[in-house]
């Protein structure tokens, strides 16, 4: 091990080795085709790197306070570290990540700031949010400090995806503090995404299918280009991000006429989200969802959905009958539901293994983010105060025979009854 990492004690161990997994055999194959130059630099034949290093990465277990992005970054810039001081060993690669994670938390913060637009229309009332420790704030106009880099940003990306931001729509400028642009920038859309969800999951929720052209189903969607400056308003080290899928001819969504009653209930939502003991998952599902139905690829959608859902059952690792009988306790026709998820099913499933489609399959979506909504209106609202997403699937485990619960409740009443005497005896 070399002498630079030795001198470093006392190093919180943020990372560790998966079970299941042998790192020797991954850092085999990158030690094979890594050649370090000059004791400096480092560099590696064929185009196997990318493959090991995603390999090798899907085998350390981060600590959960640390962004999936920042961790992917962290655990690279540690591998390298231990390469360029000629130590591929498990041992030593794992101590240069967390020595690499250890670096990065002894940074100072910085404030970072993530540029886009919404398609809502200027004539509405914007407010501020707060959300997760993120600054969100809307303008008509695009303030001066952040215009000259947006246009640079733009003029790079002209000839494929936009030529100008869209007049009518409102800039979004979300703020971070963070100690990397990856953190930063991951943080920021995480934000933008779970406000854009808690209004999505508002609109699209009684919205009927319609026919036609492929076209996001979120009703609030992300404009064209993302851009990350700092605090001058100056593009953070060139980075932009855009959006695969946008579709320019989305309407403008115009808050105007119930503009009140929209943030009440978002704050509403919000509040309600807060309060339960697993808050944060939820919040991550309505970032899944929202983004689930963003893609104009609607099998994509399918496929994303119906994960959503073994999610928000707790059976991901369960078979299907499980998933569809958990969903099933939320409604009272379940004869006529359990064949519209059956359906679903199977459809899911030949899209997964023989990437098959119909041309019916906007209806299909429509279908499915149903049963999605329903799933996270009954956990946002439900007033049972569960500690964890398994609990509530234990609840929906519950058979739907009032009279049989009944008796289950004396029985179970009798056997705490009876314990307690013996265990006075």
């Known amino acids: 091990m070399s002498a630079s990492f030795n001198?470093?004690?006392?190093?919180?161990?943020?990372?560790?080795?998966?079970?299941?997994?042998?790192?020797k055999v991954i850092l085999k194959k990158l030690s094979e085709i890594m050649t370090i130059n000059n004791g400096e630099s480092i560099s590696f034949k064929g185009f196997e790197y990318h493959s090991y290093m995603a390999t090798l990465s899907?085998?350390?277990e981060l600590d959960k306070k640390i962004s999936h992005e920042a961790g992917q970054t962290l655990i690279t810039e540690g591998f390298l570290k231990a390469a360029k001081n000629g130590g591929l060993t498990d041992s030593t690669v794992l101590f240069a990540i967390n020595k690499a994670i250890h670096d990065h938390n002894a940074k100072p913060d910085q404030s970072y700031y993530l540029l886009t637009t919404l398609n809502i229309n200027i004539s509405c009332t914007m407010p501020n949010f707060v959300i997760n420790g993120c600054h969100l704030r809307f303008y008509s106009n695009l303030p001066r400090k952040f215009r000259k880099a947006r246009r640079e940003a733009i003029s790079s990306v002209s000839d494929w995806l936009i030529n100008a931001d869209e007049n009518s729509s409102y800039f979004l400028i979300t703020r971070s503090i963070a100690k990397?642009?990856?953190?930063?920038?991951?943080?920021?859309?995480?934000?933008?995404n779970l406000l854009r969800g808690i209004w999505n999951l508002q609109l699209n929720y009684s919205m009927a299918f319609q026919i036609g052209r492929n076209k996001p189903i979120n009703q609030v969607t992300l404009g064209a280009l993302h851009t990350l400056h700092a605090n001058d308003g100056a593009?953070?080290?060139?980075?932009?991000?855009?959006q695969p899928d946008y579709y320019k001819n989305h309407k403008k969504v115009n808050f105007a006429n119930n503009s009140y009653k929209t943030h009440k209930d978002t704050h509403h939502i919000r509040s309600k989200i807060k309060k339960l003991n697993y808050?944060?998952?939820i919040e991550s599902a309505i970032i899944r969802y929202t983004r689930a139905l963003d893609s104009l690829d609607y099998n994509d959608s399918i496929i994303e959905l119906w994960s959503l859902l073994e999610f928000l059952t707790s059976t991901q690792r369960d078979n299907y009958d499980r998933t569809i009988n958990r969903i099933l306790f939320l409604f009272t026709d379940q004869a006529y539901h359990k064949q519209v998820l059956e359906h679903l099913r199977q459809y899911r499933n030949r899209s997964v293994h023989a990437g098959i489609g119909q041309s019916n399959v906007h209806i299909l979506v429509y279908q499915l983010k149903s049963y999605v909504e329903q799933l996270l209106w009954f956990q946002i609202f439900n007033p049972f105060r569960f500690n964890s997403l398994s609990e509530t699937a234990d609840f929906m485990d519950l058979k739907p025979d009032i009279d049989l619960l009944k008796k289950k409740i004396l029985l179970y009443q009798a056997g705490v009854k009876f314990l307690a005497e013996i265990s006075n005896k």
């Open 279 to 281: 808050g944060k998952e």
């Open 180 to 192: 990397s642009d990856a953190e930063a920038g991951n943080n920021m859309l995480d934000a933008i």
């Open 235 to 242: 593009l953070v080290k060139n980075i932009f991000w855009y």
């Open 58 to 60: 899907s085998m350390v």
């Open 7 to 23: 001198c470093v004690k006392d190093i919180n161990l943020s990372a560790k080795w998966k079970k299941g997994f042998d790192p």
